[in-house]
T-cell receptor, first 113, second 109 residues
Framework: EAGVTQSPTHLIKTRGQQATLRCSPISGHTSVYWYQQALGLGLQFLLWYDEGEERNRGNFPPRFSGRQFPNYSSELNVNALELEDSALYLC????????????FGPGTRLTVT | ELKVEQNPLFLSMQEGKNYTIYCNYSTTSDRLYWYRQDPGKSLESLFVLLSNGAVKQEGRLMASLDTKARLSTLHITAAVHDLSATYFCAVEGNTPLVFGKGTRLSVIA
């Protein structure tokens, strides 16, 4: 069974540009989560989507947004990129049930120059 | 607001020795997770602890959960170099997962 997949693996952008990151969950999983792992800041929760709806949002500005498609894959969009957005962005998926372990993808390394 | 604290943040240990990583959290939660992360890689799930007194073991790693004390431990027995990695605990709160800062473990000969 395929795990969580993310693309691209690496992304280099310039300040002010927009970045789009993609995630495909494990088959049968309806929930997708996005986390940011920035140097020195640890892992921080960004967004949670389930059944196409945004269920929860972490303490990030509105320029971080996303969506979930009917096939449960998800996009994370970061507008007006800033240098401090450079980080590893991890996507995870789960079945969305009350007790449900999250499985993480390989991540997208975003570098903003 | 749920806070998760791990200690130590850095741990250098000799091969063959035992050590424990601690994870304290501030509010009641039903589930606690331990993950391993190798440099530049994603998170690998190690343990899911769902109830008070839960103990799980895999190889040289053993995790336990005391929900009354809001404390989980990850015990390393007879460390080997392959265990060198960063270990995170994570707790479910109002947001899906709140992570500790991680413990960077280095096992040296």
């Amino acid at each position: 069974e395929a795990g969580v997949t993310q693309s691209p693996t690496h992304l280099i952008k310039t300040r002010g540009q927009q970045a789009t990151l993609r995630c495909s969950p494990i088959s049968g999983h309806t929930s997708v989560y996005w986390y940011q792992q920035a140097l020195g800041l640890g892992l921080q929760f960004l967004l949670w989507y389930d059944e196409g709806e945004e269920r929860n949002r972490g303490n990030f500005p509105p320029r971080f947004s996303g969506r979930q498609f009917p096939n449960y894959s998800s996009e994370l969009n970061v507008n007006a990129l800033e240098l401090e957005d450079s980080a590893l962005y991890l996507c995870a998926s789960s079945t969305g049930q009350a007790i449900s372990e999250q499985y993480f993808g390989p991540g997208t390394r975003l570098t903003v120059t | 607001e749920l806070k998760v604290e791990q200690n130590p943040l850095f741990l250098s240990m000799q091969e063959g020795k035992n050590y424990t990583i601690y994870c304290n959290y501030s509010t009641t939660s039903d589930r606690l997770y331990w993950y391993r992360q190798d440099p530049g890689k994603s998170l690998e799930s190690l343990f899911v602890l769902l109830s008070n007194g839960a103990v799980k073991q895999e190889g040289r790693l053993m995790a336990s959960l005391d929900t009354k004390a809001r404390l989980s431990t990850l015990h390393i027995t007879a460390a080997v170099h392959d265990l060198s990695a960063t270990y995170f605990c994570a707790v479910e709160g109002n947001t899906p997962l709140v992570f500790g800062k991680g413990t960077r473990l280095s096992v040296i000969a």
